[in-house]
């Protein structure tokens, strides 16, 4: 079994942006900062997300603020963060609760300050998508037979839409494919898998000498889980993402650069 760590590439990552954090604040008095907007009910696991992303910009230099709405509060916060000139990048951290009040949460965030490039006027990409190319670029993977599981938000639609733009063919599965998925992920030598549902991928599914990318994070009890079962975790060919460190701290740092483009576009801009 080969490991597709993340946490390895990190550093590399974290080391140029604290860098271009550095020019930032000496060279253009820019500050860079990010809001992070949440309106949920009391989640340790968000908790949890939001407090990596906090120790993140705490290791780089930038400034990590954040918001605790109400469904009452929640658009007029984007609205007024959208305002402040020293912020430079607002993420509306999912879920929200409730549901309904996700796409007008995502919408309202402008443009400029999109940095999780989920609303349909994004200019940034999103960052899961981007963690898992840095992953598979930073491990030599060749794009071929690429089956994605899971067209969610996130994570699966959005790297379809990338793939595809850059020329990759992929195949694409959701909830209601799932009586073909067996037969069908056979055939792939790559498969990128983001549902949420532990387990759901199984020993069987899955070609000898594959690649899997497992970036679901589903909380049962407290613990995280991937999508991918025990049984796969046993198989010695497989080059997969580990149980920890895969995925999830390149879709930190993946933000974090966005972050960085969209205050570096105030600095140039104030510069014409
Ligand atoms: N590691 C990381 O850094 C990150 C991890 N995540 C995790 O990635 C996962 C996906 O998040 P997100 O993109 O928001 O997706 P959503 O939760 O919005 O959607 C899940 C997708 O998976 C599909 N699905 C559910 N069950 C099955 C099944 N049995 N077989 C095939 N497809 C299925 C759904 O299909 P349908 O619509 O038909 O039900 C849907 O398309 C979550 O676990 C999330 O926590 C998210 C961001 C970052
Ligand atoms: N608007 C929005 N954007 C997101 O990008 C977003 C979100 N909402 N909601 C929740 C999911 C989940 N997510 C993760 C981030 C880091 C790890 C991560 O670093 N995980 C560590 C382990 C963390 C630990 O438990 O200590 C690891 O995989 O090794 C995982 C998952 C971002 N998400």
């Known amino acids: 079994m080969k490991l597709l760590s993340g946490s390895e590439l990190v550093d590399f990552i974290k080391e140029r ?18 809001a992070i907007v949440r309106c949920n009910t009391q989640s340790d696991v968000i908790s949890t997300y939001v407090r990596l992303k906090q120790a993140y910009g705490d290791d780089i230099g930038v400034e990590v603020a954040v918001y605790s709405e109400t469904p009452d509060s929640l658009i007029a916060r984007i609205e007024s963060l959208n305002e402040d000139d020293s912020v430079h990048g ?11 009040l996700t796409e007008g949460a995502i919408e309202a965030v402008m443009a400029d300050k999109d940095v999780d490039g989920l609303s349909s006027h ?4 999103p960052a899961t998508p981007t963690a898992i190319l840095w992953l598979l670029a930073g491990y030599n993977i060749n794009l071929e037979h690429v089956a994605i599981v899971g067209r969610g938000r996130l994570v699966g639609a959005p790297l379809e839409k990338m793939l595809r733009n850059s020329g990759v063919d992929v195949m694409s599965y959701d909830e209601t494919s799932a009586d073909v998925l067996p037969e069908e992920l056979r055939k792939a030598k790559v498969i990128i898998t983001a549902t949420g549902q532990p387990g759901v ?6 070609a000898q ?18 999508d991918v079962a025990h049984d796969v ?3 010695q060919d497989l080059t997969i ?3 920890r460190g895969g995925v999830g701290p390149l879709t930190v740092a993946a933000l974090f650069d966005n972050v960085l483009l969209a205050a570096r576009r105030v600095a140039e801009s104030r510069q014409n």
Do not use: W, Y
Request: cysteine-free; hydrophobic content about 40%; aromatic content about 2%.
């Open 17 to 34: 942006q604290a860098k271009q954090v550095r020019n930032l604040k000496q060279a253009h008095h820019i500050h860079p900062t990010l």
């Open 90 to 100: 607002v993420i509306v951290q999912l879920p929200v609760t409730p549901a309904d």
């Open 122 to 125: 994004a200019q940034f990409d």
């Open 201 to 206: 991928i199984t020993a069987d599914m899955i």
């Open 209 to 226: 000498n594959a690649v899997v990318v497992d970036a679901g994070t589903a909380s049962e009890g407290g613990v995280i889980r991937g």
């Open 233 to 235: 975790r046993e198989r």
């Open 241 to 243: 993402t580990p149980e």
